[in-house]
């Protein structure tokens, strides 16, 4: 089982709008619509903002936003705010049944 | 409001057994799907198992299939996880997440338990 692949870090000023990309294979992201990125803040357990590529639970931002392109799903971020800097970790139901998550990134905001 | 906390970490010697727990509340715990996924320090979020919310499918991670076993007992709203055979690399803070309906989404956590595997 291989993790999805993410950038290490991100970084972006207040305002500004930020991409994450998460890369995966035809037995994950390509394969199926099941692609969620989680918020972490430190110490803290992860948040879910988007589940299904592109749907956001209630509450949480429209800032925030998630889509996909062949084997590789992305979450954008527009109008940075300072309290966005966390780790950011995307995740994808795979075709053997199992779930892999992204090594995940860090968005600094400077 | 949902609830998840999980129980029974610790610090175990290498090679022996640890059972974490999970009690839910605030939702109808039969009806829904269950993760275990763990974080060791300073590290990203690894996926450790699922269990579909009648407890008749069970799915694991390559890293722990064979020595870990997930369950649940719907009558006391509590999911399992056993851990067998225990190494270093399982050091880590474990979570239980409850499924979103419809998706393999973790859309509640709890705040996790830590399981330290040292001599």
């Known amino acids: 089982q291989s993790a999805l692949t993410q950038p290490a870090s991100v970084s972006g000023s207040p305002g500004q709008s930020i991409t994450i990309s998460c890369t995966g294979t035809s037995s994950d992201v390509g394969r199926y619509n099941y692609v969620s990125w989680y918020q972490q803040s430190p110490g803290k357990a992860p948040k879910l903002i988007i589940h299904d590529v592109t749907s956001r639970p209630s509450g949480v931002s429209n800032r925030f936003s998630g889509s996909k392109s062949g084997n590789t799903a992305s979450l954008s971020i527009s109008g940075l705010q300072t309290e966005d800097e966390a780790d950011y970790y995307c995740?994808?139901?795979?075709?053997?049944?199992?779930?892999?998550f992204g090594g995940g990134t860090k968005l600094t905001v400077l | 409001q949902v609830q998840l906390v999980e129980s029974g970490g610790g610090v175990v010697q290498p090679g022996r057994s640890l059972r974490l727990s999970c009690e839910a509340s605030g939702f109808t715990f039969s009806g829904y799907g269950m993760h275990w996924v763990r974080q060791a320090p300073g590290k990203g979020l690894e996926w450790v198992a699922l269990?579909?919310?009648?407890?008749?499918?069970?799915y694991y991670a390559d890293s722990v299939k064979g020595r870990f076993t997930i369950s649940r007992d719907n009558s006391k709203n509590t999911l399992y996880l056993q851990m067998n055979s225990l190494g270093a690399e399982d050091t880590a803070v474990y979570y239980c997440t409850k499924i979103l309906s419809g998706t393999y989404s973790s859309d509640y956590w709890g705040q996790g338990t830590l399981v330290t595997v040292s001599s």
């Open positions: 269990i579909w919310y009648d407890g008749s499918n069970k």
């Open positions: 995740s994808s139901y795979t075709s053997s049944s199992t779930v892999a």
